[in-house]
T-cell receptor, first 116, second 111 residues
Framework: DAGVIQSPRHEVTEMGQEVTLRCKPI?????LFWYRQTMMRGLELLIY????????DSGMPEDRFSAKMPNASFSTLKIQPSEPRDSAVYFC??????????????FGNGTRLTVT | DAKTTQPPSMDCAEGRAANLPCNHS???????VYWYRQIHSQGPQYIIH???NNETNEMASLIITEDRKSSTLILPHATLRDTAVYYC????????????FGSGTQLTVLP
């Protein structure tokens, strides 16, 4: 079990540039979550998908943020254009959601984004 | 999901048991108690979860009071590598919703 795989591990970009973060969930998991962590606000949910369909995107800060899940094994989080206040660690997590139970979330090791 | 309350920080001597408390007085009957930890620069790591019975796995034990209004995570023999922020989270069974993280407890294991 390779776990949740995120890339890149670190990303440094200039304000105004487009940033794309990638996530490969654990095989067999059907729920995927994007979180953001900062010192000021802690861990915040941005969006989550169930069976590749976005269920709740109320945590997405603004229209500059978008997320897609084209298939069960891949998701992207895109920021366009990026701003310095987007600097944070972005985590992807996955779990299995069944008829009456949900497995624990398993997190990747995150992407540390720095926007200068 | 029910709100949880944890102490902001705790210390523990290496080799001793670490007992981390959590209050969740508004927990509902179908809500589980989950524990995660986050070691610096890593993603949160699942530790254990339970409904009302005590649970044990290779990492820790979870003791839930009979009224389910509080719980304790026990690391039986803490090591320096257990230094982390520990999060107690309450979440409904069968929910595909996200976990909502609070501030957690910073556990520091001292040599």
């Amino acid at each position: 079990d390779a776990g949740v795989i995120q890339s890149p591990r670190h990303e440094v970009t200039e304000m105004g540039q487009e940033v794309t973060l990638r996530c490969k969930p654990i095989s067999g998991h059907n729920s995927l979550f994007w979180y953001r962590q900062t010192m000021m606000r802690g861990l915040e949910l941005l969006i989550y998908f169930n069976n590749n369909v976005p269920i709740d995107d109320s945590g997405m800060p603004e229209d500059r943020f978008s997320a897609k899940m084209p298939n069960a094994s891949f998701s992207t989080l895109k920021i366009q254009p990026s701003e310095p206040r987007d600097s944070a660690v972005y985590f992807c997590a996955s779990s299995y959601y069944g008829r009456s139970q949900a497995s624990p979330l398993h997190f990747g090791n995150g992407t540390r984004l720095t926007v200068t | 999901d029910a709100k949880t309350t944890q102490p902001p920080s705790m210390d523990c001597a290496e080799g001793r048991a670490a007992n981390l408390p959590c209050n969740h007085s508004t927990i509902s009957g179908n809500e589980y108690v989950y524990w995660y930890r986050q070691i610096h620069s890593q993603g949160p790591q699942y530790i254990i979860h339970g409904l009302k019975n005590n649970e044990t796995n290779e990492m820790a034990s979870l003791i839930i009071t009979e009224d389910r209004k509080s719980s304790t995570l026990i690391l039986p023999h803490a090591t320096l590598r257990d230094t982390a922020v520990y999060y107690c989270i309450v979440r409904a069974s069968g929910s595909a919703r996200q976990l909502t993280f609070g501030s957690g407890t910073q556990l520091t294991v001292l040599p």
